[in-house]
């Protein structure tokens, strides 16, 4: 089937065509070598340039155990990239006038619950509400994505329990699911349709996206589907993503359904303004504007602007990108694999197909001063999620200086180091503009003994998440259970601080040093509280 989709796209292109496909033919089976096998999962790619597809194929299997290989039509699940067609929902009905992106979303969903600025949906769909990631919180209840089916009422419910957000609304870029979701009750709300429903007759429907439709019910059976997979322990085991979630994620589709929707954005088919909604990025209240705008982030690759955005969701792994200065080029890559790396697969295609790459800026960077660097080594603590950083003296030599006084790394990010009298301080800012400031903690981690661990043992509640945590010390060990059966070792970071796998754990006591009161920070969770009982 790959080799006559293939064929029959080659022989209706013109002779300069033939020789450019051919070429991105053979490019693609060098990008693609690792997945181009019988015994593995694989990926779908599809390329197309000013609407005209050059490249539809499929590499690997679909379905390992009926031995259905992966072609341009397979059938995969989109992970975050559905978050565009959510976001155009929304949008189409701005443009029929039914709502404005600058509403109260409480407007339309009163339940939600109402905090110290008003959420609006503009920022539900530029992940600036604050609002906390739903995974991340029923993944405290001991049931993280995967070991449960979850349900979208299931998620609503959870989201609307919290009394707090991340931040207050506006002033940062957090990314969240919840806003996703809550977008498609509000879609379902102001329309009177199913989205299910809306979306096929406003967006897949018009445009001819036959293979596209929404996973709302994952119990259903989708002809074509390639399942996901993930290695494990030498084997392929299946990882499907089993819950009735939608908005976020949760969108069914083909590499040549995505061609056809980066196509009719560029040519403004279903709405002229759709596509400049769509890609205006977001301003925070602090005036920085971020990368990303309504379901998609709009920044650039190598110096050629690019409107794109990567998907994950159990074994998937998704990237669509549109570089609407050279020809409006689109990729779209769909994998069946955690190890499929979809989003290097995408750029290293542009790698191929953009040839008139600016020139990148020259720096304008010094060799570090190691020694001067020295004194600022130790355990520096996050004040947005508590989270631990560790600066050791061999990361120094990877600093380059720059004229400002700051650092920069190989990853873009500049440190800044400084003192407020004699304690050091560091704020590191990323590549978009972020700003995130550390206080220093200790010069080294931190050691406690059984006794000092035995401070921490006790119960901690928190009625958001409807989660109560039971420390206790087991050996030398202080470990967290959440739910009969599932435990986890917290590991000391800084005094009164821990990690507990990726989440930063610390605790507060009163005047007489007793613990009062657990906080959990993550990078979408930052900091979930529970009072010891």
């Known amino acids: ?287 920085r504007e971020i990368t990303y705008a309504l379901g998609v982030s709009v920044s650039d690759y190598r110096g050629v602007p690019e409107i794109s955005h990567s998907g994950s969701t159990a074994g998937y792994s998704t990237f669509l990108a549109r570089y609407p200065t050279r020809d409006n080029l689109s990729i779209a890559v769909l994998c069946n694999s955690t190890a499929g790396a979809a989003g290097a697969y995408t750029r290293q295609l542009a790698d191929r197909l953009i040839t008139n790459f600016p020139a990148p800026p020259a720096l304008d960077t010094t060799r570090a001063d190691v020694s001067a660097l020295a004194s600022f080594a130790g355990i520096y603590r996050s004040a947005r999620t508590g989270a631990p950083l560790a600066v050791t003296p061999d990361l120094f030599p990877r600093f380059r200086a720059l004229p400002n006084g700051a650092y920069r790394l190989p990853n873009g990010t500049e440190w800044h180091f400084s003192r407020v009298g004699s304690t050091p301080r560091l704020a590191v800012v990323q590549p978009d503009g972020d700003t995130v400031r550390y206080a220093y903690a200790l010069d080294k981690p931190w050691q406690p003994g059984r006794e000092t661990l035995r401070d921490f043992e006790g119960q901690y509640r928190n009625d958001e998440v409807g989660v109560t945590y039971t420390l206790r010390l087991v050996g030398d060990s202080l470990r967290a259970f959440n739910r009969p059966g599932q435990s986890a070792a917290l590991r000391p970071t800084y005094t009164d601080g821990f990690l507990r796998g990726g989440s930063a754990v610390w605790f507060e006591r009163d005047r007489r040093g007793r613990v009062t009161t657990m906080h959990i920070g993550e990078a979408r969770l930052w900091d979930l509280v529970l009072r010891r009982l």
Request: hydrophobic share 40%; proline share 5%; net charge positive.
């Open 1 to 287: 089937m790959r080799l006559l989709i293939a064929c029959l796209i080659l022989a209706s292109a013109p002779p300069l065509m033939l020789a450019q496909q051919r070429d991105l033919a053979a490019a693609a089976d060098t990008v693609f070598t690792r997945w181009n096998s019988t015994h593995a999962p694989g990926c779908a790619v599809g390329v197309a340039r000013d609407g005209r597809t050059l490249l539809a194929r499929g590499y690997g299997m679909a379905d390992l155990e009926s031995g259905a290989p992966i072609t341009a039509g397979t059938i995969f699940e989109s992970g975050s990239v559905a978050k565009q067609f959510t976001a155009a929902a929304v949008v189409l009905l701005a443009l029929d006038g039914k709502l404005s992106l600058d509403d109260r979303v409480t407007k339309y969903i009163p339940e939600m619950p109402e905090y110290d600025r008003p959420i609006t949906i503009r920022h539900l769909l530029t992940h600036t509400s604050g609002l906390r990631e739903w995974s991340n919180l029923v993944a405290h209840t001991g049931w993280p994505r995967g070991s449960r089916a979850h349900s979208q009422d299931d998620l609503l419910d959870v989201v609307f329990r919290q009394k707090s957000l991340n931040y207050p609304v506006g002033d940062h870029y957090s990314y969240t699911n919840s806003g996703y979701a809550i977008a498609m009750s509000l879609v379902e709300r102001v329309s009177g349709q199913p989205f299910r429903e809306f979306s096929r007759a406003r967006i897949f429907a018009p445009l001819g996206m036959t293979s596209t439709q929404w996973r709302d019910d994952f119990t259903r059976l989708v002809p074509g589907r390639a399942q996901a997979y993930t290695m494990r322990d030498g084997q392929w085991h299946l990882a499907m993503p089993f819950e009735s979630v939608v908005g976020p994620g949760g969108l069914l589709t083909t590499v040549g359904d995505w061609l056809v929707w980066n196509d009719a954005l560029a040519r403004g088919t279903l709405h002229p303004a759709l596509a400049d909604s769509l890609t205006r990025r977001m301003r925070l209240t602090g005036g």
